[in-house]
């Protein structure tokens, strides 16, 4: 369902597919259970083609609400502009803003810095 790197200090947590909504809280505590392990580092999660419904995007607005809880930064990656549009409508103003990228090396690139 996911994987995860550390690529220039930034925890890159990849999903691979939509887990249905019978999956999303699974989906949503490995991604949680990640953060926890190495906050405070920044974190970006990838979501892929596959990755696009409701349920993946679902879950990565719960964890936006925990990063912002934790003070941790967090942005996601989709190629898809629906699913961009989806994410930044719908994301917890609360806390830290959720960064949505179409790019990958972006992402990583702009959370490294942040958290320099």
Do not use: K
């Amino acid at each position: 369902m996911l994987s995860h790197s550390l690529e220039r200090g930034v925890l890159v947590i990849t999903v691979h597919q939509d887990p249905g909504i019978d999956g999303r809280a699974a989906l949503t505590t490995y991604i949680t259970n990640l953060v926890d392990a190495h906050q405070p580092t920044p974190v970006v999660i990838v979501l892929t083609e596959p990755a696009g419904g409701h349920a993946a995007v679902s879950a990565v607005l719960r964890a936006h609400q925990w990063c912002g809880r934790l003070g941790v930064l967090m942005s996601v990656v989709t190629h898809s502009a629906p699913v961009r549009r989806l994410l930044e409508d719908n994301a917890d103003t609360t806390g830290p803003r959720l960064v949505v990228h179409a790019r990958v090396d972006t992402a990583i690139s702009t959370a490294f810095t942040a958290a320099a």
